[in-house]
């Protein structure tokens, strides 16, 4: 290496570096002002757009509305953090803000399009009635598609695609012969030649010199068979579950639920009941479910909601000897534990039901996602000793369409109406599992569904609920 001390022309050429230094440094403060020009017009947009959005929440009622705004922020997020990431260790205070802020991942987008179909197997809906309020771009609709054509719903993935097709402008990343190509793909696979040698040839026309392109046309001609399916014919499979969720099957429309009852209830003279009563409503008969009006008042629900937002975390189900996230169950849920509010609900809970809530879990919040539900399921464990003998459900918020919980076995399906809810017992008072309580929370169709979740065990309610060897209470 050099040493200066030791010739002088080295310290005489040194003057020379740095006239050299200088010049780049002088270079280097123009490109940094560039990018500052860059950054503060890039901030401007992403301002300008921040204050002309609406309420979120607003926004998110609107499962299709959610998914845009989910892509959006996606994308605005990530260009904010490229810009000031190369100013990364000029800062450092920005670099904990930059490592706090959790940013979509592409699996969200693709959960969030999931949801979207969903919502269409259960309700039976096409593209553009699940799009009344606002429409996709060419490239959302695109993805939409992808996902449903990865999931193998040929029909719905066929139905985003051929919508795609008829909104692609030049400013879509995706293009007309890629959408093409998957249309021809997704008709061929739910089986209907006709649409996809009809879409191939369209595909033909773009490039009548594409040899690929016109080999596959004749190989759909070879397989042409005569059957003309309904490529209309939604998810033809019909569950009571989903039947219920769209309104169809419910039961109580019948004279049976005209017998049932609505009092008011002080729990056997109660002195915390006594004022106000609380409002009982037999929602059905056998097995008893029971609703309870009015149980908590919304200044309650909004403390409870601003308390668990930043505590909620994706709902996992026990799959294969794991907690694994699962597509049954789209929500996110937080245990409260030691909080004021949720004891209080707690001590009403217990005189409204009688029963002790000494052994009872932690209030359950739960928020839904978009197209959020939970398939079918029984709260009672099956452990055999203190199990969840009884339910709790809290409606913590009205839901506008969708949404309701639903028991398939019963034909019962109960609306979410905020500050109410429902209670009824999993278990026979023989300690078998009642298996008319298997019950879903429905897809949410349109608003915000919130519910609270208080699961009473066993123990302790010996002399509340006595138990019984008959088989059939
Ligand atoms: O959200 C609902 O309606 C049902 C929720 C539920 O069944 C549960 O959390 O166990
Ligand atoms: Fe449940």
Known sequence: GHEFFSSTD???????KKKDLLMSFSQYIDAEEKNVEAMKSVYLDLLLSYSNSVDPEEITRDPVAAYKLLRQLRNELIHIIKHIQPSFHQCNEYQDELELLEIPQLKDLDGAAS?????????KLYPEDIMKEMLLSADEAFHVGLVAYNEDKFQHAFLWFWYSLDKLTEYSTTTEKELLLYVISSAYHF?????????????????????????????????????????????????????????????RTSKRQRALSCRYSTGGGNPRLMYPPVKEEVEWDEPPIIRY????????????KNISRPLLSRSEVYQDGWDTASQDHVSQRVFLQDDPVATRVSQRIADATGLSMETAESLLVQNYGIGGRFEPHYDALETGVNDRIATFLIY??????????????????????????????????NGELDLNTRHAGCPVLVGNKWVANKWIHEFGQEFKRPCSLSEWE
């Open 10 to 16: 080295q310290i005489a050429q040194l003057v020379e």
């Open 115 to 123: 949801g979207l179909i969903r919502l269409q197997e259960i309700y």
């Open 191 to 251: 089986g209907s030649l006709p649409v996809a040698i009809y879409f191939n040839k369209q595909l033909l026309n773009l490039d009548p010199t594409d040899y690929e392109i016109r080999d596959q046309l004749n190989r759909l001609l070879r397989f042409q068979r005569k059957s003309n399916p309904d490529i209309f014919t939604l998810n033809k499979e019909s569950r009571s579950y989903e039947k219920l969720c769209r309104g169809e099957l419910d039961k």
């Open 293 to 304: 009006h009015d149980i908590i008042s919304d200044r309650e629900i909004e403390i409870l």
């Open 396 to 429: 913590m918020s009205d839901v506008e369409i969708g949404g309701a919980t639903v028991f398939p076995d019963i034909g019962v399906a109960t609306r979410p109406k905020k500050g109410s809810a429902v209670f009824w017992y999993n278990l026979h008072k």
